[in-house]
């Protein structure tokens, strides 16, 4: 006798349970709404004058902080749900899969790191201010090609925010699209399964200003975006290098080449694991010392 489908059993596991929900297509959606959100944003804003222009936008465009608050919240929600959804594929096992399609996709994390981590720049904050010196300062410690790498990406100290905006409206979007092509192509979203997901972030969007933090002298310690307070706290005890680059490289490197089955899947999980366990610790003693 033929055993019933896992998920029509009366019980099944909590990994059943969070494998079964949609966390894909609301990443989607989800990215749908900062796109869009982000195109109205970036219409009113001017990277000559970053921090003047986002703080204006609430004042001079028709409902400026709700598209503001609809980009930050959408975003964020965005980076959220594809890590859902990147478990969920683990535990289902990335079997299913090709070799190319699962590298692009695991090319998406980063490529989504660094489309949040250039929008909390562009604001140009205390925050942003901060995180821009940081990065620039990780990438120049990169050996031989650091500095063709910052004039490439960041380019901070010598042109401002200017080569930050055009990669996060033009060259991370091109990559990421690159990155999720494969998948989206097969798993489309239909905005209709994912209503409460609009209207949650629609509210948010209205409730909740989206933060920009004025500069403020003599602080000794700025915390820097949500995701990036365990880096920031490696940084204290390590060489740039080995933080900034090595650190999250480890991450990136083990995802990409996790194995399909066997008992080296398994060491793989383990040490990924072990880095998010570490992560975290270092996430909350960088909250604590804030």
């Known amino acids: 006798m033929s055993m019933p489908p896992v998920f029509d059993r009366p019980c099944f596991s909590w990994m059943e349970r969070f494998c079964g929900v949609r966390w894909g297509g609301g990443a989607l959606i989800s990215l749908y709404l900062s796109v869009i959100s982000g195109v109205i944003v970036a219409l009113q804003y001017n990277p000559a004058e970053p921090f003047h222009s986002t703080s204006a936008i609430e004042l001079i465009v028709p409902f400026g902080g709700f598209w503001r608050g609809l980009h930050y919240y959408s975003s964020q929600v965005f980076f959220l749900l594809l890590l859902c959804h990147f478990v969920a594929i683990i535990c289902e096992n990335t079997h299913y899969y090709s070799r190319s399609t699962w590298v692009r ?20 904050d205390a925050t942003g201010e901060a995180a821009g010196q940081i990065a ?5 410690s990169f050996p031989v090609i650091g500095g063709w790498l910052n004039d490439l990406l960041l380019s901070v100290s010598a042109n401002g925010v200017k080569r930050v905006y055009a990669n996060h409206l033009a060259g991370l979007m091109l990559a990421g699209a690159w990155c999720i092509w494969p998948h989206i192509r097969r798993y489309p979203a239909r905005w209709r399964d994912h209503l409460p997901l609009v209207c949650g972030i629609f509210l948010l969007a209205v409730f909740l200003v989206a933060p920009i933090e004025p500069q403020r002298f003599g602080l000794v310690h700025i915390a820097g975006p949500w995701f990036f307070l365990g880096l920031q706290e490696a940084l204290r005890y390590a060489h740039p290098f080995w933080a900034g680059i090595a650190l999250p490289g480890l991450l990136l490197a083990a995802v990409l080449n996790l194995p399909h089955k066997g008992g080296r899947r398994k060491t793989y999980l383990f040490g990924i694991g072990i880095w998010l ?4 610790v270092l ?3 960088s909250t604590l010392r804030g």
């Open 283 to 285: 996430t909350v003693v």
């Open 105 to 124: 996709l695991s090319l998406s994390l980063p490529v989504a790191v660094l489309l949040l981590f250039s929008g909390y720049i562009l604001r140009d």
């Open 277 to 280: 366990f570490l992560y975290v």
């Open 136 to 140: 620039e300062h990780i990438m120049l």
